[in-house]
């Protein structure tokens, strides 16, 4: 146990060592081409004067401060913890927004995002909407296909993927001024009742990121068409996947980059 929690630990903070704007900006020209394309809007002027620096967050206040202003720089202070969750909650940066950028890609307000939002029939049924814009929606369709060829195998997945809890809403995330990705069509949370919300257990004297799961399978069909799961937060919200490709492009760059890095000083 104490291994596993060492392991854990080291690979999380080798992970989380070096930040990397060229890797960021190469992620975000990968995932948004047409950011890099359309005069209207964020220009890649902007976007690399945003990216020279990624900030360093060292505690609860910066990360606070980070999530209030919603710089896209700060979405990339800490990975994405692939195959893990993050260990300390300043650390969750991909819970950062940066709502002119979301705004720039969805929909300026809810009317326009209202527009570009396609009804995908779910495996139980019901109707979900989802944003149509940078292959939002093209790539929930393709979540759902593959879940349900894994469903086949293993009914007892269903049982996570029915009541979803929902898709689209203009709304302010709880207890705050924010809005969510719910709010541009890009994010899904999936059966609540089989769902676990740091906010909820908070509540419950219950806060414990180990019980925080949904089986791996679904967590890795999503994050590999593109979104990130909820559950990997140190504010952990196991129902929410929200779209967010450049994330996981970052995330997995940065392992590699880290890795030869390695490879190349032992090699020295
Ligand atoms: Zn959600």
Not at 108 to 123: D, G, R
Not at 130 to 157: C, M, T, W
Not at 188 to 204: F, P
Request: with cysteine; aromatic share 14%.
């Amino acid at each position: 146990m104490f291994y596993k929690f060492l392991f854990l630990t080291l690979f999380s903070s080798l992970s989380y060592t070096f930040a990397n704007p060229n890797l960021a900006l190469q992620c975000l020209k990968e995932s948004y081409p047409i950011l890099f394309i359309e005069q209207n809007r964020m220009t890649y002027k902007d976007i690399l004067w945003e990216l020279t620096k990624i900030p360093k967050h060292n505690n609860m206040q910066d990360y606070e401060n980070a999530l209030r202003t919603g710089n896209l720089a700060d979405s990339f202070a800490y990975a994405y913890p692939l195959g893990f969750r993050t260990l300390e909650p300043f650390k969750d940066s991909t819970r950062i927004h940066d709502y002119a950028f979301l705004a720039s890609l969805y929909g300026e307000n809810q009317k326009n995002v209202e527009s570009h939002l396609k009804p995908l029939t779910w495996m139980d049924g019901s109707q979900l909407l989802f944003n149509s814009q940078n292959g939002a929606y093209a790539a929930l369709k393709r979540v759902k296909d593959r879940l349900i060829q894994v469903a086949k195998e293993n009914p007892k997945l269903l049982t996570y993927l029915e009541n979803i809890g929902g898709t689209y809403k203009w709304r302010k995330i709880a207890n705050t001024n924010r809005l969510s990705a719910h709010s541009f069509g890009i994010a899904i949370d999936i059966n609540v009742a089989k769902s676990r919300y740091w906010l909820w257990d908070i509540k419950q004297k219950a806060l414990n990121q180990d019980i925080a799961q949904i089986p791996a399978i679904i967590v890795q069909i999503f994050e590999e068409e593109g979104f990130i799961w909820g559950g990997r937060w140190w504010h952990y919200d196991t129902m929410h996947f929200e779209y967010r490709p450049e994330i996981l492009c970052y995330a997995k760059a940065l392992k590699n980059a880290e890795s030869k890095t390695l490879k190349n000083s032992k090699s020295l």
